[in-house]
Nanobody, 121 residues
Framework: QVQLVESGGGLVQPGGSLRLSCAAS????????MRWYRQAPGKQRELVAA???????RHADSVKGRFTISRDNSKNTVYLQMNSLKTEDTAVYYC???????????????WGQGNQVTVSS
């Protein structure tokens, strides 16, 4: 079985910072792309940032220069450092990981449980 556990969300004032973490555990053979999505109330889920196994990254235009995705392959963990937060960043943030499990040997996307980030004064 595979689990993704997120941490690090919360309430922060505009201009503040938060760091999200998402750790994958269980019967994992290989981890490939790791991503962060977010979903604000009444809006569709959107891709925030992605990172390949080799460390290549891409970020949504709305967060470029403010958010940074990174990963630690030794810990099967992906991070999202969020700086200069704005009220419009308020959303539930989800990690998404493409990996091969030892059980099935097939590639599959797994989702974290979601973490609320609220930016408000």
């Amino acid at each position: 079985q595979v689990q993704l556990v997120e941490s690090g969300g919360g309430l922060v004032q505009p201009g503040g910072s938060l760091r999200l973490s998402c750790a994958a555990s269980g019967s994992i053979l290989s981890i490939y792309d790791m991503r962060w999505y977010r979903q604000a109330p009444g809006k569709q889920r959107e891709l925030v940032a992605a990172i390949t196994r080799g460390g290549s990254t891409r970020h949504a235009d709305s967060v470029k220069g403010r958010f940074t995705i990174s990963r630690d392959n030794s810990k099967n963990t992906v991070y999202l450092q969020m700086n200069s937060l704005k009220t419009e960043d308020t959303a539930v943030y989800y990690c998404n990981v493409g990996l091969q499990s030892l059980a099935t040997l097939k590639m599959k996307d797994y989702w974290g449980q979601g973490n609320q980030v609220t930016v408000s004064s």
